[in-house]
């Protein structure tokens, strides 16, 4: 059986929920990604953040991205998946809630995100052409 633990990116690094935006957005261009997990002083997850919410809801708003916080863009639950968790089951919550990226928590820590990059990599030629039509056919 393959893990979510097998397909992750290990090494997440979280942004905390009182870091700046522009914080995050330094975060993103050294780590490379384009999302950050928010953690919050309880060291749970809170959100995600992406480079696009950071345009949208910040820059496009006309808001100072020094001045914005991490946590003001955690809305809603966020999705994450067990470590242990089968690639089947990975699939299915991030096709049923439409997401791209998700965070894999092992004891009540974030240890990795999967990204469409890490399933690319890892699912068949099948699985992935499923997964996308899946994700992006109802948008």
């Known amino acids: 059986m393959t893990t979510a633990r097998d397909i992750m990116h290990a090494g997440a690094k979280c942004i905390g929920e009182d870091d700046s935006l522009y914080t995050a957005a330094q975060m993103m261009r050294d780590l490379k990604v384009g999302s950050l997990p928010i953690c919050g002083r309880d060291d749970r997850l809170h959100g995600i953040i992406t480079d696009r919410d950071i345009v949208l809801r910040c820059c496009a708003e006309g808001r100072n991205p020094a001045e914005m916080r991490a946590g003001e863009l955690a809305?809603?639950?966020?999705?994450?998946?067990?470590?242990?968790?089968?690639?089947d089951?990975?699939?299915?919550?991030?096709?049923?809630?439409?997401?791209r990226r998700v965070p894999v928590i092992a004891d009540h820590k974030l240890v990795g995100m999967i990204s469409e990059a890490d399933l690319a990599r890892h699912l068949s030629e099948e699985q992935l052409a499923h997964f996308v039509e899946s994700i992006y056919a109802a948008r």
């Open 75 to 87: 809305q809603g639950k966020p999705h994450w998946v067990d470590a242990g968790s089968d690639v």
């Open 89 to 99: 089951q990975v699939l299915s919550m991030m096709e049923q809630h439409q997401i």
